[in-house]
């Protein structure tokens, strides 16, 4: 976004929130193309038939023509890129995308800016509308992970978060590939890599067993300490660890650094993906607290229908 010298300028972004404003006006929330926050007023918004409205419906993708106010800019013409309707399919759908617009609009207000976000946020809005209802939870806790490692906070999945010494127990769990927002230098997973979740692992222990060629070692993630700590620095963690196995580690570091598109692929083979969403929803919701002070009531709301459903 580029405000210009006169009070006229463009923003293009994906619309997070909306609070009604009178009788017909509308506050939307925009993430920007730079990553930013940005609230404005859509007059008439709520008309029947407003075609500034339509544009500017919730998870639209859209470009503005923004006049600068006193305290919120006003718009004053949209043009629609793309509706996202698809997210909202169905309810769980629905909830499901409510908690990524939450988690990102929460994100952007303190000012910072990261042009990754934006594609980041767009990509997780299509894998949604693309996704089985049973497949929601997962692709939202992966979503959150993926968020999180980008704006700073990546979990350290190689060498010990405390000492940084390498751990040899996962020195066979690299995955090579890159993320829609290309975060790090690790990523997504070849396909026979990803359908190697379709089975019924222990993710948590180390109980799948050598039979299906997963090492019997348990490892430990510490939220606090930045993620994988060795046996000599255990004593030294403060805090409660959550234990691991190879295939555990792995899942995080797939939902983390793979294309959604891949993920989408493994869990369309996967005979269990509540399994897969009970490790890793709890880590995303211990990073979002841990280390930004993020509780998302959109979560909460979400989670109680999961688990009804």
């Known amino acids: 976004m580029a405000k210009a010298a006169s009070k006229i300028y463009k923003a293009t972004g994906v ?16 993430l920007d193309t730079e990553g930013k926050h940005l609230q404005a007023v859509v ?3 709520r008309k029947p038939g407003s075609r500034i ?11 503005l023509t923004l006049n600068q106010g006193k305290s919120l800019d006003i718009v004053t013409d949209a043009r629609l890129i793309s509706a996202n309707r698809a997210c909202c399919s169905s ?29 980041l946020c767009l990509a997780a809005l299509t894998a949604l509308g693309k996704a089985r209802d049973a497949d929601l939870e997962f692709l939202v806790a992966a979503s959150l992970l993926k968020i999180i490692a980008q704006i700073g906070f990546r979990p350290e999945l190689e060498q010990c978060a405390i000492c940084g010494d390498s751990l040899t127990d996962i020195s066979d769990s690299s995955i090579v590939a890159k993320n829609e927002s290309g975060v790090g ?31 019997k070692s348990t490892l430990r993630f510490s939220t606090n300490d930045g993620g994988v700590i060795c046996d000599k620095c255990l004593p030294h963690s403060q805090v409660a660890v959550i234990k691991l196995s190879v295939t555990g580690l792995r899942l995080i570091k797939l939902a983390i650094y793979s294309r959604y598109e891949e993920l989408l692929q493994m869990l369309a ?21 841990v280390h930004l002070g993020i ?14 459903g």
């Open 15 to 30: 619309v997070l929130k909306k609070t009604k404003l009178g009788e017909t006006d509308l506050i939307i929330t925009l």
């Open 53 to 63: 409205g339509c544009a500017c419906e919730l998870y639209s993708h859209c470009e």
């Open 185 to 215: 230098t690790q990523a997504g997973a070849n396909n026979e890599e990803l359908l190697h979740f379709s089975t019924k692992y222990d993710l948590k222990t180390s109980e799948a067993g050598e039979a299906n060629g997963v090492s």
């Open 269 to 289: 083979n996967c005979a269990n993906p509540l399994l897969l969403s009970q490790l890793l929803m709890p880590i995303a919701k211990e990073m979002m607290v």
């Open 91 to 119: 309810l769980m759908q629905s909830f499901a995308a409510a908690v990524v617009a939450e988690f990102v609009e929460k994100c952007s207000r303190d000012g910072g800016s990261d042009q990754r976000i934006l594609p």
């Open 295 to 308: 509780q998302l009531k959109s979560l909460q709301f979400f989670n109680t229908h999961a688990q009804q």
């Open 43 to 45: 007059k008439g918004a």
